[in-house]
């Protein structure tokens, strides 16, 4: 079953990181303080965030259908391995995400209007996670 969620939050203010590229952070599409974008942009934000000290943890893709949003069954995440410097947990997550985004992003056009959300982390958010 496919979980449903609310569209059309209000945008936090601090929903990107400082110097987030503008042009990619208008391009989001924004639910319950959660981001996603096309599957080329979704690329782009990856690999911003890589090179930016963020960890990407995982990504979802959605299809926004009616007023609310249908999570496909097309799940990646990645863990942090124990004693992995974040530098390289950093480098490694954003490599292994950017590689299934270009191995799934045909299958996901098939499924339509789709979008990528992407769900990163900061190395103190990560701290804060695991506390």
Known sequence: MSEM???????????????????????????????AWRPALAARSVEWLGTHGYAVLGTELWLPKDGSIQSLPYFQNVDRQSNEAWHLF???????????????????????????????????EFKNLKA
């Open 5 to 35: 969620l609310e569209m059309n939050q209000p945008l936090s203010p601090d929903l990107f990181p400082s110097g987030f590229p503008s042009d990619l952070a208008s391009a989001a599409f924004v639910a319950t303080n959660e981001v």
């Open 90 to 124: 950093v480098a490694r997550a954003a490599a292994e995400t950017l590689v299934y985004l270009r191995v799934f992003t045909p299958k996901f056009i098939e499924e339509g209007d789709v979008y990528v959300n992407v769900t990163w982390v900061s190395e103190t």
